[in-house]
């Protein structure tokens, strides 16, 4: 903290600034000198001095430019604060649809869309498919990918001793066996069947942490149940085409913790950044709104009282202001030897940086 002396030319109008004046150090013949007081005009030069900068402020409100790929979870907040602010932040829920097509054999496709070539030989072909990674948790590395392939019930088997089905379960590179879905469907079915029985076998597998219902007469449309990002669709040899993605793990509020814990006596203000384990591009730009109180003292370091409503106080190089309270102050001198602490500005949105005071041609300035 340095000190400089010199301000321009007083400013003697009069505003109203509020201050909470309380006399913390009061010289033992105060009454004594209060009775030499006969003049309420002080002409003297008086000496004071500034003291005690601070700017404590509070964390009143949290902010932020939308990051991607993220989880939800908790805010970090940097230990400049007496109470350290607790918080969180939410993220979107990625959805996805997909548009089916029919099974129903034509002068273009004699065979339908999802058994393209029959049988080889003696041996059925690979049935039609594609994946998806389901979300199973609110945390990084908790895909699942799963397989959903399409079984085509022919109406004229060619051969019943090779079962009811033109199609093999796929088996593309990553798959698990174990989460394979089969669809079946049946030369001849339309869009809205095939798509009335995708969603039968994808509801029918409790593990999936998606929501699923119709979109339109030949769409799917899948919602996540865990919010966070996920690459909703790997497309594989199926006709189906996905339509739409909302991407999830969009940063889409953050919010302080419980009422009275948003963070006090700040020294300055915190960086807030997301939790370590909560994913994420790097890009998001959390900030931390802050209110200060602007807080200093006065002492009377001469030998003669000063008339409190006769201080005049700048702040941040602002206006200059008569020193006065609210309510009134009951006393009118500041006495020799006196302290008096002064609390300005409550819930300004600017730190402190510079104080000045000046009173019948003294002039003192401080900055942070």
């Known amino acids: 903290m340095g000190s400089s002396v010199g301000i321009g030319a007083l400013i003697m109008g009069v505003t109203l600034l509020s201050v909470f004046a309380v006399a913390t150090t009061v010289i033992s013949n105060q009454a004594a000198v209060a009775l030499e007081v006969t003049d309420p005009d002080v002409i003297d030069k008086p000496e004071l001095s500034l003291s005690n900068l601070a700017n404590p402020g509070t ?3 949290v902010v932020f430019t ?11 907040f ?30 273009l496709d004699p065979i339908g869309n999802y058994n393209d070539t029959g049988w080889i030989g003696l041996h059925p072909t690979v049935g039609d498919y594609f994946q998806f990674n389901d979300l199973i948790a609110e945390a990084p590395g908790s895909e699942e990918r799963w397989t959903v392939w399409y079984s085509v019930n022919p109406s004229l088997n060619p051969d019943p001793g090779f079962g009811v089905s033109t199609d093999e379960a796929p088996s593309p590179a990553g798959s698990d066996p174990s989460r ?13 069947q095939v798509r009335d029985k995708t969603i039968n076998a994808l509801q029918s597998t409790p593990a999936i942490q998606i929501t699923w219902t119709t979109f339109a007469t030949d ?10 990002p996920v690459s909703s669709w790997v497309g594989g040899n199926s006709p189906l085409v996905l339509e739409a993605t909302t991407p999830g793990g969009v940063i889409d509020s953050a919010s302080l913790g419980l009422p009275n814990n948003g963070g006090s006596g700040c020294s300055t203000q915190p960086d807030v950044d997301a939790c370590a384990s909560c994913g994420g591009a790097g890009d998001e730009d ?11 003292d006065i002492t009377n370091d001469g030998g003669t009282p000063v008339k409190l409503s006769e201080i005049f106080t700048t702040i941040n190089g602002g206006s200059t202001e008569v020193l006065s309270s609210t309510p009134a102050f009951t006393v009118e001198y500041l006495f020799p030897g006196e302290t008096i602490n002064v609390i300005k500005d409550e819930n300004t949105p600017d730190s402190l940086e510079r104080v000045a005071i000046s009173s019948h041609g003294m002039n003192v300035a401080v900055e942070m």
Request: proline residues 3%.
């Open 59 to 61: 964390v009143t409100n």
């Open 66 to 76: 939308q990051g991607t790929d993220y989880f939800p979870g908790a805010l970090v």
């Open 78 to 107: 940097s230990d400049v604060c007496d109470v350290v602010p607790t918080g969180s932040f939410t993220v979107t829920t990625e959805d996805f649809r997909f548009r089916t097509f029919d099974e129903v054999a034509d002068g």
């Open 180 to 192: 394979m879905i089969e669809v079946n469907i049946d030369e001849g079915d339309d869009a809205e």
């Open 219 to 228: 769409q799917v449309n899948g919602v996540y149940d865990n919010s966070g």
């Open 286 to 296: 959390f900030l931390a709104v802050m209110e200060w109180d602007y807080r200093f």
